[in-house]
């Protein structure tokens, strides 16, 4: 139980860049970018109280605008900042690959225990970086996005459903799909949160984590830029394109998102008959939508999810 609750965690490390639309301009300001706009940005993480790890959205941007913007690094790398901005400030320095900035800087503020930790780790360069099992990857090109709109980085976040199986590929376009709808929970509030769970017993999460947390890595992607791509035109194209040119991955799309119809259409129906009936669980029509939405929770496929309720839709018809 430990276990599933970590990888939900795991899973909800990057709500941040969905709702970041509504506080701030970061999610447009590679538009424009507007000095006025990241002194924003930069203040909001100056004020606000400090998480327990490095937010990989804001890495990610930072990382890129020092990258590609020699002269607001330095405007920014100049000006007066709280300790936890420098710490940032750094660890954007090296995922960008600018490593003697990056020595330069932690030696001007005495943080260099804060670099020497860096080179042991050793974290992959943001031009290298390519989403597999770790959410804050996707994260962490969000943000490189955000601060140049190259959409180089929205497509090497979905080459991660390229090579994935079409069992795992749809489970994590299902997941998505559930989050937009219904939040970190995936499920309404009406029915008990089983998603995750049933994720963790098909992937056997407890003998090998890996395959469970790719497939959170693949769900937490599709999610945010579904999200982002309502309000963002270049997330949008590169998305759709990305699934137009691929067939098999354009087809368990189409699967999913005629399943996730079906879902919200069971959940309705399950809704009035339960209002209609003193005991809907009598009722064939009930018992045969229940079914069908507790499979699809429980990750059956797309096909077998509403098979129960199709078979009584025949069974009603006139031979």
Same mark, same amino acid.
């Given at each position: ?78 000006? !007066? ?38 080179? /042991?780790?050793? %974290?992959?360069?943001?031009? !290298? ?24 980085? /929205?497509?090497? /976040? ?29 499920? %309404? ?118 098979? %129960? ?8 018809? %006139?031979?």
């Amino acid at each position: 139980m430990k276990f599933l609750y970590v990888a939900i965690a795991f899973l909800f490390i990057q709500c941040w860049p969905a709702d970041a639309a509504n506080q701030n301009c970061m999610n447009d300001y590679y538009r424009a970018k507007l000095p006025v706009c990241l002194d924003s940005i930069l203040s909001q993480f100056r004020e606000a109280p400090r998480p327990k790890s490095d937010p990989p959205t804001m890495i990610g941007f930072l990382g890129q605008l020092f990258r590609t913007s020699s002269d607001e690094k330095q405007r920014v790398l100049r000006a !007066e900042s709280s300790e936890y901005l420098r710490g940032l400030y750094l660890v954007a320095l090296y995922r960008a690959g600018l490593f003697d900035d990056a020595e330069n800087f932690a030696r001007r503020y005495s943080i260099l225990p804060g670099l020497r930790n860096l080179e /042991i780790m050793r %974290p992959t360069p943001l031009a !290298e970086v390519r989403p597999s099992s770790a959410p804050a990857d996707n994260d962490l090109l969000i943000g490189a996005y955000m601060a140049s709109g190259d959409t180089v980085f /929205i497509e090497r /976040i979905l080459e991660n459903f390229s090579n994935a199986a079409d069992s795992m590929a749809s489970d994590g376009l299902r997941m998505g799909f559930l989050q937009s709808k219904f939040g970190p929970t995936l499920a %309404p509030k009406e029915r008990q949160s089983v998603t995750v769970g049933a994720a963790c017993a098909k992937y056997q999460c407890k003998t090998d984590p890996a395959p469970l947390y790719r497939l959170l890595t693949l769900s937490s992607a599709f999610w945010a830029l579904q999200s982002l791509g309502k309000t963002d035109e270049g997330i949008r194209k590169t998305s759709a394109g990305f699934f137009e040119r691929n067939k098999r991955l354009k087809n368990l799309l189409a699967e999913e998102q005629a399943a996730s119809g079906n879902y919200m259409t069971a959940l309705v129906a399950l809704g009035t008959l339960k209002s209609d009936h003193s005991s809907p669980d009598a009722d064939p029509a009930f018992m045969a939508m229940s079914k069908a939405a507790s499979a699809y929770e429980n990750l059956a496929s797309a096909r077998d999810a509403f098979a %129960p309720f199709q078979e009584l839709v025949k069974s009603k018809q %006139p031979k």
